[in-house]
């Protein structure tokens, strides 16, 4: 089958092959003559025979393992508890199995690996166990399944996938201590990744829980499975780390969600009906990143206890079935008496989020404020005004003072206690609401919050500062107290990142300061803004890191950022720093962003010898998008995507074929015609009908 089980050639072994499957979004019917879709669960049972050396690992139980004399083993898996169908796996290579601790002492986890790497399983999956006893502790549901394995697979389909008791990862997840703590592909433009390797293994263990137990109906449910692990990651995060890491993933995800919003100008709900293909209700920045701080919001609405207790009770109610929104909300109802009807309205089957313009004033005869709150967002189809509420604290030199507000009108007042003049009014402060807030201060006041508030409204502050304020002395005086003090690293590396929009000697020496920081990712965040100062003040620092600094992240990330402010300079350090030996090639990734970032024809020569296998899948696509900028009309070029969309692993696939639509590669029509009628894949057949359209317009832009 070319859809749903995929062969991909063993990296490291030439003639070996790794063998996985996939299945969601209907794609297990190319291979499993089986009812095609997630509102059926059955017990499973498979049985794979593999060649001499090879390791054949499926869901439930191995029953048994027979070798023949040639060999060739045959493993028997039984899973009886009931899933449904897309959660039915098979992996098959050259794999070493490690085992961690078992959960509870009796929950049997392992991890399988490609031989030579179990060191960094062991590293990768360390917290595991940890993470089985948390989310079992958490909701009261012991974790059900027979056993938990991981199995990490070169060029996997897509990142990880939860298949029941056995999920599979990207084996960008296998790394040792000296690894930047993301996932993968990795990122040189922003400091903290959503998806940090730990996030992963959690979010995708998370399912077991929510979506592998309690599987959505159909896929307009999907938010029920994917906005649940995200916001589980991100408890698990707050287990481990702490309540700033917390604050901090919450504070990524609405900065990304939002992102998509105003360049993409789609509002739409949680759950959704309207959808071409899987991957566009599988939309990352709503149904994932949304969605997880959706819940958190409501979190905070319920407290602690009522939250988790209900979450409880709708994973007891319901084990092992399907589930729709309105199971949650009964459960909830159910479980602690609460009526979210409005609640659900506007987060669930309504879309969009509010828009705050917030101001006060201080009646000190009263001893008051006078908050006003209004809601500017534009009321259009799909987004109203919202019903919720919000925490207010008040700093004076009194002490402080906590009110919670209802808001439900286009524009409020509300007369607050307040025992002095505020030093600060935290407006949600702690980052509990989905929500724009624009609320424009005092230096003074600003400078308050950036040190005192939760790291939220410090972020909110230390923004407003360098965008209103960035000349004043007392902007770097805080900024300064900041980077030199015992702050949460997350809010010194924002500091560092705004440090960009001041650009005063003061600022440059910041930020040079700040390139010897024992913290990689303060270096990190200090290299993605010396661009922001300009050539000359950015040229040698860079170069000294990406010769000098021992963490292959920064070195990374100050490629590209060179190549941003010196090109010509980057172009010359390049061809030294491709095929540099770095976790997951991050260095030699960083390499192909910077060559497509310089977009000069020139470098093809260097760009690309790493379309082609052996190099991973993000080496291979970071190559396609580096030569597509270079040269658009490079009749190669059209040829190398045709190739990668016809045979390459999923994501690149995926990548091609969009790729050749945008180029308007009229030689592409019998491909792309051939997918539309023949691929069992849903995905690539409407990338392949998007992609004809575009090469069918009259006019091109």
Not at 202 to 231: D, K, P, V
Request: aromatic content about 12%.
């Amino acid at each position: 089958p070319r859809d749903g089980m995929y062969f991909q050639p063993d990296p490291e072994r030439p003639g070996e092959m790794f063998v996985h499957t996939y299945g969601e979004g209907g794609l297990h019917a190319n291979w499993l003559p089986i009812y095609n879709d997630v509102n059926d669960k059955f017990s499973t049972e498979m049985i794979v025979t593999v060649p001499a050396g090879y390791a054949a690992i499926s869901n439930g139980g191995l029953l048994e393992k027979h070798t023949a004399t040639n060999g060739a083993a045959t493993y028997h898996w039984s899973q009886t508890l009931p899933h449904a169908n897309y959660l039915i796996s098979v992996y098959a290579g050259r794999f070493e199995k490690g085992d961690l601790d078992p959960a509870f002492g009796t929950i049997p986890l392992s991890y399988w690996v490609p031989e030579g790497h179990l060191a960094e399983g062991a590293y990768a999956f360390r917290n595991t166990t940890r993470m089985v006893e948390f989310f079992s502790r958490r909701f009261d549901y012991e974790y059900p399944w027979d056993k938990y394995d991981q199995v990490a697979v070169p060029d996997y389909a897509i990142g990880a996938m939860e298949h029941t008791g056995v999920t599979g990862h990207r084996w960008s997840v296998l790394r040792d201590a000296a690894a930047p703590e993301n996932f993968g592909p990795p990122l040189f433009r922003q400091y903290h990744d959503f998806w940090t390797a730990d996030g992963t293994i959690s979010h995708e263990l998370a399912h077991h829980w929510f979506g592998n137990n309690l599987t959505c109906r159909n896929l307009s449910y999907i938010w029920l499975n994917e906005s649940f692990a995200s916001y589980l990651q991100i408890l698990w995060d707050e287990e481990d780390l702490g309540r700033e890491t917390l604050m901090l993933d919450r504070q990524v995800a609405l900065d990304q969600y939002l992102d998509y919003v105003h360049s993409e100008h789609l509002i739409r709900p949680l759950e959704y009906h309207r959808f071409d293909m899987p991957d566009d209700i599988y939309n990352e920045a709503h149904t994932y990143l949304k969605g997880a701080i959706v819940l958190h919001m409501l979190r905070g609405i319920m407290g602690d206890e009522p939250f988790f207790r209900a979450m409880g009770y709708y994973l007891k109610k319901h084990q092992f079935a399907n589930v729709e929104s309105s199971d949650l909300l009964d459960a909830i109802a159910e479980a602690t008496g609460q009526n979210l009807d409005w609640f659900f309205d506007d987060w669930v089957y309504g879309g969009g989020h509010p828009l705050f313009e917030i101001s006060y004033t201080y009646l000190s005869a009263r001893r008051q404020i006078d908050l006003q709150v209004t809601q500017v967002q534009p009321l259009v189809d799909g987004q109203d005004r919202f019903t919720l509420p919000v925490t207010v604290r008040i700093a004076t030199a009194e002490g402080m003072t906590q009110h919670r507000i209802w808001l439900e009108e286009a524009s409020e007042s509300f007369f607050l206690a307040s025992p002095g003049k505020p030093l600060m009014v935290s407006f949600d402060g702690s980052g509990d609401l989905v929500a724009e807030i624009n609320f424009e201060k005092s230096l003074d006041e600003l400078a308050y919050q950036a040190l005192q508030d939760s790291l939220p409204g410090q972020i909110r502050a230390l923004r407003q500062l360098a965008e209103r304020f960035p000349v004043e002395a007392k902007t770097m005086e805080i900024f300064n107290k900041i980077l030199n003090g015992t702050y949460f690293w997350g809010l010194q590396a924002e500091a560092l990142v705004q440090l960009g929009n001041i650009r005063t000697p003061a600022a440059a020496q910041a930020l040079t300061r700040a390139l010897k920081s024992g913290d990689y990712r303060l270096r990190k965040a200090a290299v993605m803004t010396l661009p922001a100062l300009g050539t000359e003040a950015a040229l040698k620092p860079l170069s000294d890191i990406i010769g000098k600094d021992p963490h292959a992240d920064v070195v990374a990330t100050a490629i590209v950022a060179l190549a941003q402010c010196a090109p010509e300079k980057a172009a010359g350090i390049i061809p030294r720093q491709l095929g540099r030996k770095a976790w997951y090639d991050e260095i030699t990734i960083a390499c192909l962003v910077a060559l497509g970032d310089i977009g000069d024809a020139k470098n093809l020569p260097q760009i690309k010898p790493y379309v082609e296998a052996p190099h991973n899948q993000d080496v291979r696509q970071a190559a396609l998008v580096a030569w597509k900028k270079c040269a658009p009309e490079d009749p190669e070029l059209h040829r190398a995507l045709q190739a990668c969309a016809e045979a390459s692993p999923y994501r690149v696939r995926q990548f091609a074929i969009a790729a050749l639509g945008e180029l308007y590669v009229e030689g592409a029509r019998p491909l792309l015609e051939a997918l539309l009628q023949e691929s069992g894949d849903t995905n690539l057949q409407v990338l392949a009908e998007r992609a004809l359209e575009q090469i069918t317009r009259v006019e091109k832009p």
